[in-house]
């Protein structure tokens, strides 16, 4: 993953393509949304669900699973040449298996990260096989409790792969906004101080990730559509070209406004503090050997002399030669001798 300490932004366009020139404008609007990476969904319907699996969702019910995901599927072929166009553009792209057979496909596309979705959170001898690659592993946690996320997590370990990547996910499609709960980032990174806490996302808008990306979210993942009204049951949870575009210069702008952290002068601030800043100043003409009161002393702009906080320092002390009115003081005005 090539985030260079940056959010990494994922466009998941799995779903919402069928055909190689959908797959291709997708990318090249992914491309021009200035996202890292885009994502797939390989599954084959007859190692996915039974023939008796109904949908009952807001989006799609009553539909049978298995006649659904066969409308959706894509070929061997399809996915070398989307690999192959997405890497042509500059993009990363990697995919969710949904059985061992698809991990063999991916593995043979030389697949460099891998997502496991929801449904299969806590299908752990998938996990482990996934896990047993190597690769960075994104962990979907929708639908589950932490108990469950731990057990996963704990499975993951056990293949010696530390390189996991926790998502907050909640698997409503689309997901409303008082079930986003996105605090629950924060428990994640509580809870798994050693790895990266993401955010998976179903909800209408791209609010919620640039809230999580605000919230430390190191990796965010949105459905990516060319239409919102496009057949399907993605299309309308889906960020759009413009959406995508938003989510990214916001993120990145999140980004650049955060800084290093250090707490210093930058850029013309170093000339503010001279033309903005205050020094101890003379009211009125002061002799040599005069005392230097509240009556002759007084604190304006610019800040080229003596700072302020040494202003009571300097009452009671002798002037070291003439002064006019209007003199910005410094350290060898002062007479600190007996004259």
Not at 42 to 64: C, H, K, P, Q, W
Not at 309 to 324: E, M, P, S, T
Request: hydrophobic share 35%.
């Amino acid at each position: 993953m090539k985030n260079n300490g940056r959010c990494y932004i994922v466009a998941e366009i799995g779903g919402n393509f069928t055909d190689y020139e959908t797959a291709v404008r997708l990318i090249d609007d992914a491309k021009e949304c200035r996202v890292d990476a885009v994502k797939l969904q390989t599954y084959r319907a007859e190692t996915l669900v039974d023939g008796t699996a109904v949908f009952d969702m807001e989006n799609i019910s009553g539909v049978l699973q298995k006649d659904y995901f066969k409308q959706y599927e894509i070929s061997e072929e399809l996915h070398e040449k989307v690999y192959a166009y997405a890497r042509e553009k500059g993009l990363e792209i990697f995919s969710t298996p949904a059985h061992g057979t698809d991990l063999k496909l991916l593995e043979k596309l030389g697949t460099d990260i891998y997502k496991i979705g929801a449904d299969d959170a806590v299908n752990l001898p998938l996990l482990k096989k996934v896990a047993a690659t190597g690769k960075p592993l994104m962990l979907s946690t929708g639908m589950c409790t932490l108990d469950e996320v731990k057990q996963s997590v704990n499975a993951v370990l056990e293949t010696g792969n530390t390189n996991l990547i926790i998502m907050h996910t909640v698997s409503l499609y689309p997901t409303k906004e008082e079930f986003v709960n996105l605090n629950v980032i924060k428990t994640l990174q509580r809870e798994f101080p050693d790895f990266t806490i993401g955010y998976s996302d179903h909800t209408l808008g791209v609010e919620a990730c640039i809230y999580a990306a605000i919230m430390g979210a190191k990796v965010i993942e949105k459905h990516f559509t060319y239409d919102k009204c496009a057949e399907g049951p993605d299309h309308m949870h889906s960020a759009d070209k413009n959406d995508m575009k938003r989510l990214t210069d916001a993120v990145r702008q999140y980004e650049s406004m955060c800084g290093n952290g250090i707490k210093a002068p930058v850029d013309d601030e170093v000339k503010n503090r001279k033309n903005n800043r205050k020094s101890v100043i003379t009211v009125c003409d002061i002799k040599k050997g005069a005392v230097f009161s509240e009556n002759n002393l007084d604190i304006k702009r610019p800040g080229i002399g003596i700072e302020p906080q040494f202003y009571d320092k300097i009452l009671g002390k002798r002037a070291a030669r003439d002064l006019k009115k209007d003199t910005i003081m410094s350290w060898s005005d002062i007479c600190y001798g007996q004259e």
